[in-house]
């Protein structure tokens, strides 16, 4: 080879390692970005001790010790938080990972809902265990009651337009109240849980529901959900079953923080059945929902699948799995079918997302995790792992009063009164 061709040959090398060198330090970049981002939304602040000497398998090392701080005022090492952050960032991911074109956050006014979608026959009609909300006596309770209806657009699309209820008492004195946000069930919509809403605003709350994906004013007809499900699994365009839902909620945490009635430190999150899901993962992913109250929600997805106790959780939104049967050339629903269908339609959901890793993140906010004890879709027995690391994770927060689980006695998959009393003594005690 020609002098000058080694030239030419090493020029080129260089390039290369010039070129790659550039790479590296623009992704190191973004990652350290990326992990202020996260600690910016996990609400922590950093602090720099001298070196902490540690003993390990061949002998005394020294390692700068990270403490954060977090929104708490808790004290904590960085390693005890990595795992969370891991945690938040693959799940944004994800949920970015299937958006339309995302949009800067607007809200749109709104007419309220005369005649109400509900995706169920027959229609429901009212629900005991909301109607025994404690609720403060009011005179001309309903003139001072003051009614919002918005259109919070998250994203370019139908369904990136969220109907979201708003009902306030009407005050005076201009004061930031807390904020409670409500997640009706499947098949219902945000007016459903209008006993509850009431009840809270007359407790001087400001009280908020949506609709989540394709329902209430977001679906067509009867079967819009469904369909929706199904076209996800078809398709895997979407994640209307959980997903979907807590990115609008964490596009709605972030108008509600820059409401000037509302305390942006005290705004909690409560929801039913699938509600109770969206709360548990929104929670998770945002800790700017300060207090969670999951009801008959939170389950152990990878545990139902390995029990053989998945079928009241498929049977509750069988249409998905039925057409994903037919596609797999199966006889039957079995559980190689249901894990295909969650790793089409919720990536991760039974595993890396699943309770065991996504609840413990919760801490240390306030928890209550209500449950009937005899709940086919939300088993106890598949609680048992993510109960035992939520424990932990408290406890190394020194935050262990701030979580509780009840599985009231010989109730199956549905919200009662007890439970509504509860939640609302929760409330209470941590966002008054």
């Known amino acids: 080879m020609s002098a000058k061709k080694k030239k030419m040959k090493m020029e080129e090398v260089l390039g290369f390692l010039v070129m790659a060198t550039m790479i590296t330090l623009v992704a190191q970049v973004s990652n350290l970005q990326a992990v202020r981002v996260l600690h910016s939304r996990v609400g922590v602040r950093e602090h720099t001790s001298a070196p902490m000497r540690v003993l390990g ?51 749109k006014p709104a007419k309220p809902v005369t005649n109400p979608l509900y995706q169920e026959t027959p229609k429901p009609t009212n629900s005991e265990a909301m109607e025994s909300c404690p609720k403060a006596n009011i005179t001309n309770f309903k003139k001072l009651l003051k009614e919002e209806n918005h259109y919070l657009i998250t994203e370019a699309g139908e369904q990136g337009h969220v109907p979201v209820l708003i009902l306030k008492m009407k005050e005076s004195a201009h004061q930031k109240r807390p904020a409670i946000v409500f997640l009706h069930g499947s098949n219902k919509c945000k007016e459903w849980l209008r006993p509850l809403l009431e009840a809270y605003a007359s407790r001087g709350y400001i009280s908020v529901a949506i609709d989540s994906r394709y329902h209430g004013e977001r679906a067509k007809n009867l079967t819009t959900y469904r369909d929706a499900l199904v076209a996800a699994w078809k398709h895997g365009d979407t994640m209307p079953f959980i997903y979907d839902t807590v990115w609008d909620l964490i596009k709605l945490a972030d108008y509600l923080t820059q409401r000037e009635d509302i305390n942006p430190t005290r ?22 929902y300060s207090v969670t109250v999951p009801i008959i929600g939170v389950q152990g997805f990878r545990w139902e699948i390995e029990h053989d106790k998945w079928h009241a959780r498929v049977n509750s939104i069988k249409a998905v799995f039925k057409a994903a049967r037919i596609d797999l050339g199966k006889k039957e629903i079995d559980k190689v079918v249901v894990e295909k269908v969650w790793d089409r339609i919720a990536p991760g959901l039974h595993g890396q997302f699943d309770a065991p890793y996504t609840a413990p993140a919760i801490a240390p906010r306030p928890l209550l995790i209500l449950n009937g004890a005899e709940d086919p879709r939300c088993p106890l027995g598949g609680l048992q792992t993510p109960i035992n690391n939520i424990h932990d994770a408290y406890k190394q927060a020194k935050s262990a009063d701030n979580f509780q689980l009840k599985a009231q006695p010989g109730i199956a998959h549905e919200m009662t009164s007890f439970m509504v009393k509860e939640a609302s003594d929760w409330f209470d005690k941590f966002l008054k």
């Open 267 to 288: 705004i909690g999150i409560t929801g039913e059945s699938l509600g109770g899901m969206h709360a548990w993962f929104a929670a998770a992913a945002d800790t700017r």
């Open 57 to 107: 398998d061949k002998g005394t090392s020294l390692i700068n010790k990270r403490i954060l701080k977090t929104e708490c005022g808790k004290m904590v090492l960085q390693s005890e938080i990595n795992n969370v952050s891991n945690f938040r960032c693959e799940f944004l991911q994800v949920l970015r990972s299937r958006r339309t074109a995302e949009v800067p956050l607007s809200v």
